[in-house]
């Protein structure tokens, strides 16, 4: 899943030296598929008893308190506090965008929508975001990129169906919420990097995760979901609720800020095209949730879009692994055109 962590607001793993870095971060890419996979599944069963705010509210209820507690025991507590206004216009926005309005609409939408379909739409993050960062930054975005970002949409429009009859079917309002959370957590990446926090990433990420489980719970009552809910669950939503809260929230963020670090934001964030693969073997295994022909023949027109959009970061980034797979030094190797 695409969250706080394409805007680089997430702790890194401990380094390894015993294992070759390439075996290593091919693994945890895998792995960091899975993880972020499974969590579509994980939604998917525990929203069967619990009402979808409520469960957004108890999943960032748990990361938090991990990732503070990781914070409290590895720093010193001068560090991890907000010290201007920008920390806390930072720490604002990841919990309103990031956090709130990304997994209230996620969890909605995902009521009526089955995990793959659900993964794909979500994936869009990365596309839309140099929409906002045009409007905000005033980043230009070339023709080939804008004819990407079409692309893409086509795809979403083939996953969707929207003609008037399917518009009133439930799973496509579910869907088109899903496309509202990967959209708020392209702006909210955006708005990030236009505030520039000064404080570190893994702080300023768990009181953005505090934040976010708070505005989550007003909007569970607001929504009028009860509490007692919580009460009346059985083994697998608790399961559900560990999924989605640790291996998928907290360690997963974890592996995909290293990647970032490691190999760059554009290969570790191309995990959003992973992600779909493993959510619709798990969804099917799992919970036997089909994949429609209409999400396999608009992913790959998803995955188009995003290509060309990044097509001269992922020029340069692909350069740079010949470089090290190759052993060239940097006098030997062409350039990469940085």
Not at 81 to 97: E, H, K, Q, T
Not at 188 to 202: A, C, F, H, K, T
Request: net charge positive; hydrophobic share 55%.
């Amino acid at each position: 899943m695409v969250s706080l962590t394409q805007t680089g607001l997430v702790p890194s793993l401990p380094t390894l030296p015993t294992v070759p870095t390439r075996y290593r971060d091919a693994a945890l890419f895998v792995l960091l598929a899975v993880l972020f996979g499974g969590a579509f599944v994980a939604i998917k069963t525990g929203l069967r008893e619990l009402p979808p705010v409520l469960f957004a509210s108890l999943r960032f209820d748990i990361a938090a308190v991990a990732l503070l507690g990781y914070v409290a025991a590895t720093r010193a507590r001068s560090t991890w506090l907000p010290r201007s206004r920008g920390d806390l216009l930072g720490i604002g926005v990841a919990a309103v965008f990031l956090v709130a309005i990304n997994n209230g609409l996620l969890f909605l939408g995902q009521e009526t929508t089955t995990p793959a379909t659900a993964s794909v739409m979500y994936g869009l993050n990365p596309v839309l975001a140099p929409v906002f960062a045009l409007w905000l930054l005033n980043d230009r975005l070339s023709r080939v990129g804008a004819l990407g970002i079409g692309v893409a949409l086509s795809g979403v429009v083939i996953i969707v169906q929207p003609s008037p009859s399917a518009l009133a079917d439930a799973s496509s309002v579910g869907q088109l919420l899903v496309l509202g959370a990967a959209a708020a957590v392209a702006l909210g990446s955006v708005l990030l990097r236009r505030i520039g926090p000064q404080m570190d990433s893994v702080p300023l990420t768990a009181w953005a995760m505090a934040g976010g489980a708070l505005l989550l719970h007003g909007g569970s009552l607001a929504a009028g979901e009860s509490l007692a809910s919580v009460a009346s669950i059985g083994p697998a939503t608790v399961a559900s609720l560990f999924v989605v809260g640790v291996p998928s929230t907290a360690v997963a963020y974890a592996i995909h800020f290293g990647l970032i670090e490691r190999a760059g934001p554009v290969r570790a964030n191309m995990v959003a095209y992973a992600v779909p693969v493993f959510a619709a073997l798990l969804g099917w295994l799992l919970l036997g949730a089909p994949v429609s022909r209409w999400t396999m023949i608009g992913f790959p027109v998803v995955v188009a879009g995003f290509t060309l959009v990044e097509r001269d970061t992922l020029r340069r980034e692909l350069c740079r692994l010949r470089r090290r797979t190759t052993d060239q030094t940097p006098s030997a190797a062409p350039p990469c055109d940085d």
